[in-house]
T-cell receptor, first 113, second 116 residues
């Protein structure tokens, strides 16, 4: 498709389980961002990939969170040993050039029981 | 510290009336400025941006915004609001002097309610 695709759209899991969230970027977009958004709230930056550079992980809230971007394309955000406070919508955005807007997927709604 | 402020959590306006959603920023140099809209259960959608040039920029769905350097503001406006404009609006800014780091600084969002 032409847009950013995220999967799954919804994920319900038990506390303590690991989850993987996937982001398929727009082809050719070199920058990829992960954000977290609590219900009706603002965006919390998590991690940023830019080309082959080392990712900016400064927003990851704990070492239970990690992300990869393979071959400069698909990215996965992994949350280990999930906690109830991890419940949120996780948004992925990609970008071509630095003066261009970020393009967002519709997010993964994660619910931890 | 660099920051973006959206001073109003919520804005209410009657359909057909003009609307304004406010944004002010604190960034050194000449910033890149963006507005996004978020409808329920959707990701953010780009509305418009200011990079350089004319201070008045026009974007999607009839929205426009004016870059005011002296007031460090980038308020979003629309001459005649529609009920379908009801959504969450985010302002974001990037410091172009931040080198290769393209991260945006985001406002906390303003919920716009347009009443029929």
């Amino acid at each position: 498709g032409a847009g950013v695709s995220q999967s799954p759209s919804n994920k319900v899991t038990e506390k303590g389980k690991d989850v993987e969230l996937r982001c398929d970027p727009i082809s050719g977009h070199t920058a990829l961002y992960w954000y977290r958004q609590s219900l009706g709230q603002g965006l919390e930056f998590l991690i940023y990939f830019q080309g082959n550079s080392a990712p900016d992980k400064s927003g990851l809230p704990s070492d239970r969170f990690s992300a990869e971007r393979t071959g400069g394309s698909v990215s996965t955000l992994t949350i280990q040993r999930t906690q109830q406070e991890d419940s949120a919508v996780y948004l992925c955005a990609t970008q071509s050039y630095s003066n261009q807007p970020q393009h967002f997927g519709d997010g993964t709604r994660l619910s931890i029981l | 510290a660099q920051s973006v402020a959206q001073p109003e959590d919520q804005v209410n306006v009657a359909e057909g009336n003009p609307l304004t959603v406010k944004c002010t920023y604190s960034v050194s140099g000449n910033p890149y400025l963006f507005w996004y809209v978020q409808y329920p259960n959707r990701g953010l959608q780009f509305l418009l941006k200011y990079i350089t040039g004319d201070n008045l920029v026009k974007g999607s769905y009839g929205f426009e915004a004016e870059f005011n350097k002296s007031q460090t503001s980038f308020h979003l406006k629309k001459p005649s609001a529609l009920v379908s404009d009801s959504a969450l609006y985010f302002c974001a800014v990037r410091d172009p002097n931040a080198g290769n780091n393209r991260k945006l600084i985001w406002g906390l969002g303003t919920s716009l309610a347009v009443n029929p």
